[in-house]
């Protein structure tokens, strides 16, 4: 079975600063994908940033970047410029390629942008 | 856009009632999920589907039953609601393309409670 760690509760990161949210996966398969969620105070979980395991390039999207380290088993989610709609739970979550099917999520980090 | 609607936000129910919790998605998904999430814990999935009338066991099926009787639409069913099953349900679908899931999409939750 695959499990996904955040080691990371909570953290709490001033306006415009950046933040590194940590995620560690343990798995025997070769092809699978990352993902980073964010929960927001209102719930609805988003996708935030998306990797692809035989991709060796680290995802970025605007402010959100990964830094994937496939032999380490480490996913970590960095947040450029902090802002205060930044302020949500964040999922690390691991998916096997061809099951096609089920998603391993993390434990959350409860992420805080203070004014 | 995808769009996951669930059919309630709060839900107060009663030990031993039976309880319904509907998903309705919107982008014509093979696959859908139910979860629920508890502080601490992160999002543990109880059963998903990968077509209709099929339905595979998550990591947690017990106490509960789902249907999927239309592609759109996924329930999960409580028999007879337990106090420990108080907790935010979540539904979410996502793609089937080429036997692989992409990432999936999430509807709002629902908070049941059972007094």
């Known amino acids: 079975a695959q499990t996904v760690t955040q080691s990371q509760p909570e953290m709490s990161v001033q306006e415009a600063e950046t933040v590194t949210l940590s995620c560690t996966y343990d798995?025997?398969?070769?092809?699978?994908?990352l993902f980073w969620y964010k929960q927001p105070p209102s719930r609805q979980m988003i996708l935030v940033i998306r990797?692809?395991?035989?991709?060796?390039q680290n995802a970025t999207e605007n402010r959100f970047s990964v830094n994937f380290q496939k032999a380490a088993k480490s996913f970590s989610l960095k947040i450029s410029d902090s802002q205060l709609g930044d302020t949500a739970m964040y999922f690390c979550?691991?998916?096997?390629?061809?099951?096609?099917?089920?998603?391993?999520f993390g434990t959350g980090t409860s992420l805080t942008v203070i004014p | 856009d995808v769009k996951v609607t669930q059919s309630s936000r709060y839900l107060v129910k009663r030990t031993g009632e039976k309880v319904f919790l509907e998903c309705v998605q919107d982008?014509?998904?093979?696959?859908m999920f139910w979860y629920r999430q508890d502080p601490g814990l992160g999002l543990r999935l109880i059963y998903f589907?990968?077509?209709?009338?099929?339905?595979e066991k998550g990591d947690i099926p017990e106490g509960y039953s789902v249907s999927r009787e239309k592609k759109e639409r996924f329930s999960l069913i409580l028999e007879s609601a337990s106090t420990n099953q108080t907790s935010m349900y979540l539904c979410?679908?996502?793609?089937?393309?080429?036997?692989?899931?992409?990432?999936?999409?999430f509807g709002p939750g629902t908070r049941l409670t059972v007094t």
């Open positions: 979410a679908s996502s793609f089937l393309d080429r036997g692989v899931s992409y990432e999936q999409y």
């Open positions: 798995t025997s398969e070769n092809n699978y994908y």
């Open positions: 990797q692809e395991a035989y991709k060796q």
């Open positions: 979550a691991f998916m096997k390629r061809n099951t096609g099917n089920q998603f391993y």
């Open positions: 982008m014509d998904h093979e696959n």
């Open positions: 589907s990968y077509d209709v009338k099929m339905k």
